[in-house]
């Protein structure tokens, strides 16, 4: 039987990169090659070995809103304390990094992702966290057919994650909600004065109307803080693991001290939590807070339309001009994985814009 070769599907400029014994470890042990995703900022590869698994990640040239030295310093504060993947090494350019892959038996956190309102109804009536059987064994079906599958609490291992996440040293990356705002607003500006699509002039429009109440929704936040603490700021499902009884997360593009409740909302707007579950959460949450003044709770819903807020503007730089730079493939891909024609995705980004401002209440 041939020898699977990994360099076939790998990027090249990864091997030329890598040190010579990483180099004979990948040759020599791995056995396969998966395309796990493909983002705007980033293309990720698990490398299948014979004892741990790999994952590679891809950085592409997205500098203008993501410092990689600020976010290898935050995957490296929160691997410190164990709620993240061991980081193996990174190209000294930062385009490649090489973690362990986080295998997820119990339970696939992603695979409970949806988006909410502060006001929206359709969130479950009953929890839809499950823990899977040790073992997939048949025997095992037939047992879980018989009994009722073991419940896993959200709210507690959020809660601790939140919690030990809030303790860890400031991030060298600080900026407010308000400053954010602005870093966005004027992004679009810039775009706004070469962008020729009607559609996007048309939602920029739209974004703006919202400005008067946006500035008030901040106001108020600010106006609950004693002091900015470590944020992920994308604590979405997608960006936790759930290994060993307790939550990991990855992907520290957008970490910085902000807001103590920005991961706060980036959890309630993307879990699919019951309506119990969310007032459980909040209430433990703002009861173990040093850094929010009393009455903070009460600007819960301020704190969410500034997340969708945030969303829609990130949603409407994509559809811009700049696009056109983030569709590239990533050097030789996976067979299979075909440029997306800019249209379409320029499309799909105006879908994801009239989407989160539809959840701004």
């Known amino acids: 039987m041939k020898k699977f070769n990994p360099w076939s599907v790998l990027p090249a400029s990864f091997q030329r990169l890598l040190p010579s014994n990483l180099v004979d470890e990948i040759s020599s042990h791995c056995i396969g090659v998966t395309k796990l995703s493909a983002g705007l900022s980033n293309s990720n590869y698990r490398l299948h070995m014979l004892h741990q698994d790999w ?29 993240a993947p061991k980081l193996i090494w990174k190209s000294a350019n930062k385009q490649f990094y090489l973690s362990e892959f986080i295998k997820q038996d119990r339970f696939d956190w992603s695979s409970i992702y949806s988006e909410y309102g502060f006001n929206s109804r359709e969130r ?17 079906q037939t047992l ?26 400031l991030p060298p990356k600080v900026i407010s909600l308000t400053q954010q705002w602005q870093v966005y607003l004027e992004s679009l500006t810039t775009i706004s004065q070469v962008e020729k699509n009607q559609q996007w002039q048309s939602s920029f429009r739209q974004l703006k109307q919202r400005q008067v109440e946006m500035n008030a929704w901040l ?22 693991l759930f290994c060993d009884d ?12 902000s807001h103590p409740m920005f991961d706060l909302a980036s959890v309630l707007t993307t879990h699919q939590l019951t309506s119990h579950q969310v007032t459980s959460l909040c ?4 009861a173990e807070q040093p850094n929010l003044k009393a009455g903070a709770s009460q600007y819960v819903r301020q704190i969410i339309n500034c997340f969708w807020m945030f969303a829609a503007a990130w949603a409407l730089m994509m559809a811009g001009t700049e696009v056109e730079d983030t569709g590239k493939e990533a050097e030789a891909p996976i ?21 989160y401002l539809s959840l701004i209440s």
């Open 246 to 257: 307790k939550l990991q997360c990855i992907d520290f593009e957008y970490c910085a001290a």
């Open 219 to 240: 106001a108020d936040l600010e106006s609950c803080l004693i002091a900015p603490q470590f944020c992920h700021r994308d604590l979405s499902p997608y960006n936790l």
């Open 124 to 140: 479950p009536v009953n929890s839809v966290f499950h823990l899977n059987p040790i073992s997939q064994s048949a025997e095992d």
């Open 55 to 83: 994952v590679l990640r891809d950085n592409k040239n997205v500098q203008q809103w993501c410092d990689r030295d600020n976010e290898v310093i935050c995957w490296q504060m929160v691997e410190a304390v164990k709620l």
């Open 335 to 355: 067979v299979g994985n075909k440029l997306t024609d800019i249209a379409e995705v320029k499309a799909s980004y105006f879908t994801l814009f009239n989407k």
């Open 144 to 169: 879980l057919k018989n009994k009722q599958q073991q419940a896993l609490d959200p709210v507690e291992h959020l809660l601790k994650l939140l919690c030990e996440l809030s303790k860890l040293p």
């Open 283 to 286: 209430k433990q949450y703002f």
